[in-house]
């Protein structure tokens, strides 16, 4: 059954509205956000940014519903189509022609920014007073994020998570990544970039149980503006990191060669 | 419609639709779901997805043998699976999923009942992936 694009975009739209929130002052009565020796508010935990239909049962997403509409949280802004240049665009639909079938994590490529953060898996935050690490479950992803205010290293390799460089702005961790490759996708299928991309992540812990995540995606060879992105991460204290060697046994390889020899598009 | 419904349940906690470890759509048919019965004959309990095999007996008794995708240890755990105690090799088992494009006997699995009628999530909705 198909539905008509502006009726999909109507439900979307009144869905986000009444469910999903932004950062904003914490309402009086509520648990307190957590904070460092040195003020800030502290992010450590173990956290997860996506996937929440696959990790989590009905009765939980229900629990994670009323906690927002009881903390008053705001609905995100809608997600942006990728503002690509025509020619981006045209090679970004040749990937969604191709159903994903060249997704790099398929092959079990490591995520770059900001997608390993809206992976269905956690990650932990460490913050320490001169650096935040991110060690994320999925493909054993490892962020070092100095906040002591160095500049990005001089002797950078092109990396699937760039280098990564911290400051305090306010209460949001804002972190400055360069030095990508291009072995990822941005967030969604075909979301190609260049070396020159720079990512911008926002971390704002608006309330005990979630951080608001803002990505602002810069790259001028394929986008004619910045892109944007945004996502509720939600804290997950009975959790633990575990191991996830996505190569182990994965058959997908070799069926996307006999794929291509089929008509799997249609 | 199934992906519309995914992306709705992704936004209504809070982010956009979500993935599995590839895109669904370019192996599975999420317009032929199947739903076979019979016994496990073997489960490889492995990285990016766990495999199992169901050997499934028609109505003349001759037996084909399934073989089904699902969820990646680490997010089967946290759906109440437990290795070697959950699903056993000679269990009788009842299996939804949605068909491959390539190997008419082999589909991604998204629920299994046990013959005690408990009932636990094997793999992602179809129309997910690629996030």
Partial sequence: ??????????????AMLVTTTLAQTQKPGLK???????????????????GFALLFGDAEIEAIRKADEAAGRKPLPPPEPPPYKPDAEKKRQEYLARKGIDDPMARCLLSGVPRITVRPLPFEIIQQPHRVVILYEVHHGMRFIPTDGRPHPDDMEPSYLGDSIGRWDGDTLVVDVVGFNTNTWLVGVGTHHTEKLRV???????????????ATMEDPDVFTKPWKMY??????????????????????????????????KK | MRTVRAVLFGLLVGTVP???????????????????????????????????????????????????EGYPPNMLVRQGWKRDVTMKVGDTVKVFGW?????????????????????????????????
């Fill in chain 1, 1 to 14: 059954m198909k539905r008509p694009l502006a009726s999909v975009v109507a439900l979307l739209a009144s």
């Fill in chain 1, 32 to 50: 307190p956000i957590p904070r460092t020796a040195d003020g800030k508010p502290d992010l450590s935990g173990v956290w997860v940014g996506g």
């Fill in chain 1, 200 to 214: 911008t992540e926002r971390y704002t812990r608006d309330t005990y149980d979630t951080i608001v995540y803002e």
């Fill in chain 1, 231 to 264: 996502a509720t991460l939600r804290l997950r204290p009975n959790e633990r990191i575990r191991e996830y060697e996505c190569i182990e046994n994965n058959e997908d390889i070799q069926r996307f060669e006999k794929l291509l020899e089929t008509d799997f």
């Fill in chain 2, 18 to 68: 979500l993935s599995g470890h590839h895109s669904f759509a370019a192996e599975y048919d999420g317009d032929k779901p199947v739903t076979v019965s019979g016994v496990v004959a073997k489960i490889d309990w492995m990285n990016p997805h766990i495999y199992f095999y169901v050997d499934v007996k028609d109505d003349k008794g001759a037996v084909t043998q399934w073989k089904f």
């Fill in chain 2, 99 to 131: 068909r491959a494009r390539l190997n008419p006997t082999q589909a991604a699995s998204r629920k299994v009942t046990f013959s005690n009628g408990t009932e636990l999530n094997s793999g992602p909705p179809a129309g997910t992936g690629g996030q």
